[in-house]
């Protein structure tokens, strides 16, 4: 995705403080502005609406000049309107009441990739976005311990013959996990058309709420559920998560590699470093790098992609994730700042990724 302009990322910022006057939506979120261009003084850009009976258009446009004018003097926005839903262009016509899917990968196991999955939702659940949560890890079936959810089975609705799985709710958070479904000994020798089946059916099956963001996470490396997932929906764009060891990061870049083929062409988001440092409470100013640093830093180079963040080594992040008790996290401790902190950085990233680019296409298959 490469490094934005600031002037372009200001005034990305600037149109995603503009709120959809039907639905209290930032526009960005929307995805109604796309095709952003800057050339010298002048902004253009389209405007998705739903249709040419859309309400609102000439209250946007003049939301969207007053904002630009105000804040970027002298520069003269070119707008130009599109009847077109915004979903209806982006070709998600499987799950139109989600907006984004975030894939979070990994290059290798046991990065914290799951971990980051969960207290990420939570965060961006906190800023106020709908969340969800899809598990797709087929060799970590953490995460319905870690959201106190183990043992319970999804519902199974029928309806016009159809059974439709019914994500289970997790303190607000709609999660289906690979572990609610299958035993973890039969879930990692799932293989090939089995495997893909049962991944397509968390998306054609489900019952899905309308989401702002939902989070996906990957098994390590790059296989057949990565392949599946490009199958069958529009990846928003990928997080890759990873330690600060270069061995971590040589498997990171490998995963992001196949998202950025240019037959699959799923944008990095972002990197977020876990296991950055140790930092010891009552030593409070040592900081301790037990794996080494740099990692984090370096992959955004190799993906130009942001850093979102760094967290370090907190035994409370470890010990509510083998509890159950994720969501036991008071806003005030330093780790839920930092995912906070991630979490805004994503969703900018988000804006960034739906303004300059177009929509990712479903892969087709061969
Ligand atoms: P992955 O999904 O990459 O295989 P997990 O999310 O299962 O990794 O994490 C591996 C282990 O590390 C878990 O026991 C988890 O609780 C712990 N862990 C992850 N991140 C942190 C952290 N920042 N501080 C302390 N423990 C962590």
Redesign the pocket.
């Given at each position: 995705m490469g490094t934005m302009e600031s002037i372009t990322e200001r005034i990305i910022d600037a149109l995603s403080q503009i709120s959809e006057p039907q639905t209290g939506q930032p526009i960005t979120l929307l995805k109604m502005i796309r095709d952003l261009k800057v050339e010298d003084k002048n902004i253009y850009f389209n405007i998705y609406i739903p249709g040419s009976d859309y309400p609102h258009k000439s209250a946007l446009y003049e939301l969207i000049h007053q904002v630009l004018g105000e804040k970027f003097e002298g520069m003269t926005p070119h707008v130009h309107f599109v009847n077109k839903s915004a979903y209806s262009d982006a070709p998600n016509l499987l799950l139109p009441q989600i907006g984004n899917f975030i894939a979070i990968a990994?290059g290798?196991?046991?990065?914290?990739?799951?971990?980051?999955?969960?207290n990420l939702a939570i965060a961006l659940q906190s800023l106020g976005f709908k969340t969800g949560i899809l598990d797709c890890?087929l060799?970590?079936p953490?995460m319905p311990t870690?959201l106190g959810i183990k043992g319970k089975k999804p519902e199974v609705r029928e309806g016009g013959g159809q059974h439709k799985l019914v994500p289970i709710d997790a303190q607000g958070i709609p999660c289906i996990s690979l572990g609610n479904i299958i035993e973890p000994e039969q879930a990692v020798v799932l293989r090939g058309p089995r495997l893909a089946a049962i991944i397509k059916q968390f998306f054609q099956d489900a019952l899905w709420p309308p989401l702002d963001y939902l989070l996906i996470?990957l098994p390590?490396g790059t296989g057949d559920v990565q392949l599946t997932l490009v199958q069958t929906i529009p990846l928003t764009g990928v997080v890759m998560?990873t330690t600060p060891q270069e061995v971590a990061v040589i498997d990171a870049i490998k995963a992001a590699n196949m998202f950025l083929m240019e037959q699959i062409a799923v944008p990095v988001l972002g990197v977020i470093e876990?296991?950055?440092y140790f930092q010891p409470t009552d030593m409070p100013d040592r900081r301790y790098f037990l794996f080494g640093e740099g990692g984090g830093r370096r992959l955004v180079e190799l993906t130009s992609s942001a850093l979102l963040g760094k967290?370090?080594?907190?035994?409370?992040?470890?010990?509510?994730?083998?509890l159950g008790k994720v969501f036991a996290v008071s806003s005030d401790e330093l780790?839920a700042e930092i995912y906070r902190s991630i979490a805004e950085k994503l969703n900018k990233r988000v804006a960034f990724r739906n303004t300059l680019m177009a929509p990712t296409k479903k892969v087709e298959q061969a």
């Open positions: 990994s290798k196991g046991g990065v914290g990739k799951s971990t980051v999955t969960a890890d060799y970590g953490s870690m996470d390590p998560v876990n296991m950055s967290i370090p080594i907190i035994e409370k992040i470890r010990e509510r994730a083998d780790y």
